[in-house]
């Protein structure tokens, strides 16, 4: 069934379409990730990202306090910085593995410096969290605008930091060199120069994947990673502001 968000009932009757979201999710994987960062893991097509690792390697489980539209959970939230992100790590899960990308949206007034210090700071809160736990550290996306040679910078500092920590349970997952080295990488960003397109988002779930190799087969989620269906009710004022569906 639906209920209308804060109570707030629509004053017009009349045909609505609704996004219809299958919630139903059984997840037979082992190894639990928590994807973690802004937009680009949890918004538009970030929210295809889980499912299309899903049915790429079954040993996932991906858990949060968010839900996307698939009906697997997150810690992502659309236009969070390092700032925003480090405000909220109370709330994010504890987790056997994080897979972190974060800083895309600090161009626009958080320097580079503070920019890797925040993520050095965010992956020591996670490692905490659960005794054992793997980060998995992602370079910042290329990007068309002029903030790539920014994001660039920013990447090389995380190389660098890992590879010198020597930490096990810190892993690189270099999303920034693998992405751009693909010949048509610039065509599998959408209009903004930022966010992956469908097809961009595709050759991410198999990037990432490259890192976090599957040792089992299980049957595939059936949700298709395309985007959620659409559902049309005929909504009347009277009796109830809720809509059953059939």
Known sequence: YLTWANGRMPSSTGVMTFQKAQKDIIQNGTRIFATVGDNITGSWGGQSLRIRLA???????????????????????????????????????????????????????????????NIKQIT???????????????????????????????????????????????????????????????????????????????ELAKIINKYIPSSQTSPTPTTSPSGPSSVSFTLGMNPAPVVTST
């Open 124 to 202: 020591s809160s996670l490692l905490a969290k659960k005794s054992g736990a793997t980060v998995f550290v992602m370079t910042l996306l290329p990007r068309k605008d002029s903030n790539d040679a920014r994001n660039q910078r920013v990447n090389q500092q995380l190389r660098d930091w890992i590879a010198a920590q020597g930490n096990s349970r810190i892993k690189l997952l270099d999303l920034d060199r693998d992405f751009r080295a693909l010949s048509n990488w610039s065509s599998l960003l959408s209009w903004d120069g930022v966010q992956p397109t469908p097809e961009g988002y595709a």
């Open 55 to 117: 049915i790429l390697n079954h040993d996932l489980k991906f858990i949060g306090s968010h839900t996307d539209i698939y009906g697997y959970g997150h810690e992502s939230l659309r236009g969070n910085t390092t700032r925003d992100l480090m405000n909220r790590l109370g709330s994010i899960v504890a987790s056997d593995n994080y897979l972190l990308n974060i800083g895309n949206n600090d161009w626009r007034y958080i320097s580079e410096a503070e920019t890797v210090n």
